[in-house]
């Protein structure tokens, strides 16, 4: 299995590029963001436990977000790979899915990290706002909470795949495709080098 992680700031594209990446390659896209949208728009409960969370741009808490990537691993159990995207956003989410993939005998590959400044993240998360239907969008006193939540609570989990030498970082500012031929760019040298690996 072939899975990476799309890993940066509320509003640094990592939907966008997601939605790209899912179609030349072929993986599953799991984003709990979206996943979690769809159970309020479901109206389940779990859904309106969430909403409470994230209507103030603060993290559901990890046993929710941890059980649904569990259920959607199972789900695809004979995907040639996963693209997570949102996940994991905390270390005690980072170590769950370890084992999760652990137990199914593969792991992360790589870590594709999108850095973009705080200043065009808020500025495009408004003008999506105007937009998008989505209530974490619409004022900018949440926006900054989600992107504080950010830097306390998940900028840290790229330690945690730096150490292991699956971090590489790349400029999140620029054209939609500019950005996605740097991602598509690290993802082909990580199958090369898998492939190479493989035919040792
Ligand atoms: P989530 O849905 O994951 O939102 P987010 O991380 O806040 O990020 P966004 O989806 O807003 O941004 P993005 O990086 O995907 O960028 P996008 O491509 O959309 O999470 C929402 C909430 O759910 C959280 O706050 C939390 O409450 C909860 N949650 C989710 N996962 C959780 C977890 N694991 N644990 C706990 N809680 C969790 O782009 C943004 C905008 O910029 C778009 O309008 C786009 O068109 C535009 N754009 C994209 N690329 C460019 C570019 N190159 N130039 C100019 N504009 C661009
Ligand atoms: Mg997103």
Redesign the pocket.
Known sequence: MFNIILF?P????????SDKIVDKYGLVHL????L??QEIADKTPLGLE?KR??DK????P?EV?IGMIDSCLEKHAYAKGFLF??????AA?AEALDKLLSLKKTSICKVLALEVSEDELIK??L??GETSGRS??TNEAIIRN?YSVYKKDTEPVANHYKAEDKLVIVK?????DE?FNALSNCIEAEMDAQQVFSAE
């Open positions: 940066g509320p509003g640094s594209g990592k939907g966008t590029q984003a709990t963001g979206n979690l949208r969430a969370f994230m741009g603060q993290l559901v990890d977000v995207d949102g996940f994991p956003r905390t989410q495009r998360l003008k999506r974490d969008d989600r999140g500012e620029g054209s939609v950005i």
